[in-house]
């Protein structure tokens, strides 16, 4: 039985912004659209998202200049890292200048970016121009037939790869590279994904398949647990624990005993991580979310658009931090069960 409270894990500064369990803002994900190439079945399946299904017109995104501002405010309540998510967020035109003027807003001192890699080898260097710190690019198998029928798209494992290669060429190292593990699907692969990075100087982190959203049929069953994932690893390459890099990482690290590199676990389900999360993520069009399985979102848009000052935003986005207490994966069990949630594509992983 998991505890009804969270204890703060580490000291946190008196001036931080906290919530109910004094957790401090520290990282925003920001979504740049809910539009994807891909149709990964644990995130956007086909029968959900084909030809029929509505995305948000143009207008309803968030513009860039909207999201700087938002930014700005966050900034200034403590936030010092920002991710750039989707959908894919490659699919969104001038997508470098966007990152160009977030790196450039005080307080924000690292800039990354999730994606699926299939236009990373085009623009890379692009990317780091504009001053992207660091990516991280979703492969799920290097089984060329296992990964192209889990995108759904019969994109291949090597043209993953060339993006791989071309933004570590471009400086953006080390790259961290996401595979979720599904049982029967693509587990069987998860040793051959560690082979083929080990050594490498990136870093593969395995998450264990979520019950993101309501549309890809997720059950327990289909779950690999973290600790049998490392246990597979260990027995070919002897694996060692590693402390976190900083308070509030998701994945444990585990280092191989020979010194040739690391892996990350994601463990959302079987070791819930909710004392440490210091993520607020803001969806497409420009809602505010405390959770990744949140159910609901406050309207950021309509305040920047009916002309709301920076203060006004504070005060809106303070209000939110400081009565937050999300805890779902602590929580996951019947008291959750048949709660609707915001879909993965709509404010990123």
């Not at 000291?11 to 149709?39: E, G, K, Q, W």
């Not at 890292?81 to 307080?107: A, F, Q, V």
Request: charge should be negative; hydrophobic fraction near 40%; aromatic fraction near 6%.
């Amino acid at each position: 039985m998991e505890p009804d409270n969270l204890e703060p894990s580490n000291p946190v500064s008196p001036t931080a912004l906290v919530d109910t369990f004094s957790r401090p803002m520290r990282d925003l994900r920001i979504s740049v659209t809910d539009r994807c190439n891909f149709r990964c079945r644990y995130c956007m399946p086909k029968e959900i998202f084909n030809r029929d299904y509505e995305f948000l017109a143009r207008d309803l995104l968030l513009s860039f200049e909207e999201i700087g501002r938002i930014v700005t405010v966050f900034a200034d309540l403590g936030v010092n890292k920002i991710r750039i998510t989707g959908g894919e967020p490659l699919l969104r035109r001038n997508l470098e200048d966007l990152i160009g003027s977030i790196k450039g807003i005080e307080g924000i001192e690292d800039v990354t970016l999730t994606t699926n890699a299939s236009l990373l080898e085009r623009k890379a260097g692009s990317l780091v121009a504009a001053g992207l710190d660091r990516v991280t690019v979703s492969l799920d198998s290097l089984d060329n037939d296992v990964f192209m029928a889990m995108n759904d798209v019969g994109f291949s494992v090597d043209d993953v790869l060339a993006g791989i290669d071309a933004a570590a060429a471009a400086g953006l190292t080390p790259i961290k590279i996401n595979m979720v593990v599904q049982k029967g699907v693509n587990d069987h692969t998860i040793v051959d994904m560690a082979r083929h990075f080990k050594g490498s100087g990136h870093i593969v982190r395995y998450i264990e398949y979520m019950d993101v959203g309501t549309t890809n049929q997720w059950c327990m069953d289909d779950v690999v647990p973290g600790k049998d994932i490392v246990a597979m690893i260990s027995e070919a390459f002897p694996l060692e624990p590693v402390d976190p890099n900083y308070t509030g990482e998701v994945a444990a690290r585990w280092q191989y005993a020979d010194g040739t590199g690391e892996i990350g676990v994601i463990t959302s389900v079987t070791q819930p991580f909710c004392a440490t999360c210091t993520r607020a993520r803001i969806s497409a069009e420009g809602s505010l979310y405390t959770c990744l399985f949140a159910s609901g979102g406050t309207d950021l848009r309509s305040m920047l658009r009916a002309g709301a000052s920076d203060e006004e935003l504070s005060d809106t986005i303070r209000s939110v931090w400081t009565a937050r207490d999300d805890r779902y994966s602590q929580l996951r069990s019947s008291r959750t069960a048949g709660l609707r949630k915001v879909e993965m594509s709509y404010i990123g992983g």
